[in-house]
Every structure is written in structure tokens, then in C-alpha cells.
């Protein structure tokens, strides 16, 4: 079966410091990658996705990039964090299957808190 | 633009007392609708897709219907242990990426 691996799982870092969170999926190959952000109570916000390695699309201009060095294997990474950048990471998978409702399965997210 | 709505923000429900989460939708084409569970500090966690306006999916005391503009979460004489956020989400044709848009959840609370 597929799992998604996040980490860490709570990280505390000072303004203007670098940022480097992991995720890998096991169990499968070829995914959709995808990088989330939480904030408080609210919904999911679609950072970065990615469609096979190397390949990176973003939703969102910001501060933060996303690598995929490896096939099963996502990076979300900052040069100097903001306030801002606070809140819940997530990464989630999904098969690339054309023409099929594929549903996405989200690892159990990075808590990032910015002083 | 995509938009998903879902109201309400927050429900309280006494165990038993059965109630329904609305999920407001607007996109060019529906490719798919999504539910999930998401409880404190976790990622969401996948319920149900829905594809065509009519059609319905039940998981234990969950049952999602979907039309051609809302989804409905429908919940049966609910338990404390289904007390989470639950969060919809739309995928449109032409999606090269699977890309999903979500909404802003509604958290349930369920006492005993």
C-alpha cells in the first residue's frame, strides 16, 4: 500500500532563516506531488504541484520554491522566512492516471511557526 | 475562478442528533467532487468522490449526494468520534495536474 512520509512534524524558526521541509511517497511511482499551506480555521491552499521530476508549477507568488530531485520526493524550501510563512504544511500524492477521478492523500502535514 | 463555499463554518450536534454540511460549488466543468475528514493536527483524510449530479456514496453513518451546483455531507445519529473538520473540494476538467480546489471546511462537534 502507499504511504506519505512528512517531516518534521512541528518546527519553530526565526524570521529570516532557511526553510527545508521534506515529503516522500512509498508504494508507488510516477505521482502528482502537491504542497499545501493551512492557515488557522481555515482551507487548503495549493502552494506547488508537480507532474513528474524536475517539472514544478506555482500557484502562489511567495517567498518559498519547491525542488523534486527524485521521482517520489518533494521539497518545500525558503531562503529567508517572513512572518507570514506561519501555518500548516501539507503534502499530499495522487496517481497520474488521464481521464480518472483521482483523489489526492495528504501526508500529516509540518506545524511551521515563525518568531 | 473555482469557488467552493461550505456552510456552516462550525456545528455543534448532541450524539444522535442526525444534521447535513452544505458544499456550494461553481466551476466551467465538474470533473469530480471530494470529501474529506481532517481531525486536530493531521492531514485530511479521503471519503468520498462524487462525479455526476444524482449520485450518492454512504461510509457507515456518512452519506454525500452531490447536484449540479452542491454537495451534502449527511450525518446519521453521529458519534463523538466523528467530531473532525470535514472539508469538500472540486477538481474541473482539463486538469492536467489532478489540481483540487477546496473550501473552508465545516468543524463538527459532537457531544455525548
Known amino acids: 500500500s502507499q504511504t506519505i512520509h512528512q517531516w518534521p512534524a512541528t518546527l519553530v524558526q526565526p524570521v529570516g532563516s532557511p526553510l527545508s521541509l521534506e515529503c516522500t511517497v512509498e508504494?508507488?511511482?510516477?505521482?502528482?506531488l502537491y504542497w499545501y499551506r493551512q492557515a488557522a480555521g481555515r482551507g487548503l491552499q495549493l502552494l506547488f504541484y508537480?507532474?513528474?521530476?524536475?517539472?514544478i508549477s506555482s500557484e502562489v507568488p511567495q517567498n518559498l520554491s519547491a525542488s523534486r530531485p527524485q521521482d517520489r520526493q518533494f521539497i518545500l524550501s525558503s531562503k529567508k522566512l517572513l512572518l507570514s510563512d506561519s501555518g500548516f504544511y501539507l503534502c499530499?500524492?495522487?496517481?497520474?492516471?488521464?481521464?480518472?477521478?483521482?483523489?489526492?492523500?495528504f501526508g500529516d502535514g509540518t506545524r511551521l511557526s515563525i518568531l | 475562478e473555482d469557488q467552493v463555499t461550505q456552510s456552516p463554518e462550525a456545528l455543534r450536534l448532541q450524539e444522535g442528533e442526525s444534521s447535513s454540511l452544505n458544499c456550494s460549488y461553481t466551476v466551467s466543468g465538474l470533473r469530480g467532487l471530494f470529501w474529506y475528514r481532517q481531525d486536530p493536527g493531521k492531514g485530511p483524510e479521503f471519503l468520498f468522490t462524487l462525479y455526476s449530479a444524482g449520485e450518492e456514496k454512504e461510509k457507515e453513518r456518512l452519506k454525500a449526494t452531490l447536484t449540479k451546483k452542491e454537495s451534502f455531507l449527511h450525518i446519521t445519529a453521529p458519534k463523538p468520534e466523528d467530531s473532525a473538520t470535514y472539508l469538500c473540494?472540486?477538481?474541473?476538467?482539463?486538469?492536467?495536474?489532478?489540481?483540487?480546489?477546496f473550501g473552508g471546511g465545516t468543524r463538527l462537534m459532537v457531544k455525548p
Open positions: 508504494g508507488t511511482s510516477n505521482p502528482n
Open positions: 499530499a500524492w495522487s496517481d497520474r492516471l488521464w481521464g480518472v477521478n483521482q483523489p489526492q492523500h
Open positions: 473540494a472540486v477538481q474541473e476538467w482539463d486538469n492536467a495536474g489532478n489540481m483540487l480546489t
Open positions: 508537480s507532474v513528474g521530476i524536475g517539472q
